[in-house]
């Protein structure tokens, strides 16, 4: 069964940077890009961005351009992200996700999520 | 940037009923629209693709419909096990995703 297992629950201070990891099983981590979303307390869904482990590629939202870097480490088979200058705003449930069937565009399998609190 | 605005943002039905939801893009995105549902304190389950075909092992009460601008989204014979949130998402070529607000959906 394909999986992505997510790093666990962070606490920042405001200004700090965090790093989260999506590692993959069961399926060749270079076929499909992995993306990145934030989901804060009782709120909705917002695509934070995606990298293609196949060649390094990434493409960010726009609210996130220039304080987040995505990557894709293929010797471990682990997808990371990193959010720097973090607010309280930040605070949220942040999933890895990817796309598999290779005919449609559906975010169809998905990590388990990892909880960020950003507090003083 | 496309704009993608769900409703409503809650509703409530009985078991059996049948519900839409509803999805309006700002410009057209054609079929680029995607369904999904989420149970609290879970990661969200894709529903719906391309608008209107439904994915592996989801029940067929699940329908999708529209293209263009308006999107509609219903469940056939309300289940208990349907309450969640509801959340349109469109994609672009890049693909870049935009999803709508959400809508909260409860058992009366």
């Known amino acids: 069964e394909v999986q992505l297992a997510q790093s666990g629950a962070e606490v920042k201070k405001p200004g700090a940077t965090v790093r989260l990891s999506c590692e993959i099983s069961e399926y060749t981590f270079t076929d499909y890009p992995i993306h990145w979303l934030q989901q804060a307390p009782g709120k909705g869904l917002e695509w934070v961005g995606r990298?293609?482990?196949?060649?390094?590629?990434?493409i960010y939202a726009e609210n996130f351009q220039g304080r987040v870097t995505i990557t894709a480490d293929t010797s471990t088979d682990t997808a990371y992200m990193e959010l720097r200058s973090l607010g309280s705003e930040d605070t949220a449930v942040y999933y890895c996700?990817?796309?598999?069937?290779?005919?449609?565009?559906?975010?169809?399998?998905w990590g388990h999520g990892t909880t960020v609190t950003v507090s003083s | 940037d496309i704009q993608m605005t769900q409703t409503p943002s809650s509703l409530s039905a009985s078991v059996g009923d049948r519900v839409t939801i509803t999805c309006q893009a700002s410009q057209d995105i054609s079929y680029f629209l995607n369904w999904y549902q989420q149970k609290p304190g879970k990661a969200p389950k894709l529903l719906i693709y391309d608008a209107s075909n439904l994915e592996t092992g989801v029940p067929s009460r699940f329908r999708g419909s529209g293209s263009g601008t308006h999107f509609t989204f219903t469940i056939y014979n309300l289940q208990p096990e349907d309450v969640a949130t509801y959340f349109c998402?469109?994609?672009?070529?890049?693909?870049?995703?935009?999803f709508g607000q959400g809508t909260k959906l409860e058992i009366k």
């Open positions: 996700a990817t796309s598999q069937a290779g005919y449609h565009y559906g975010l169809d399998v």
């Open positions: 998402q469109h994609y672009d070529r890049l693909p870049k995703y935009t």
């Open positions: 990298v293609d482990p196949a060649d390094g590629e990434t």
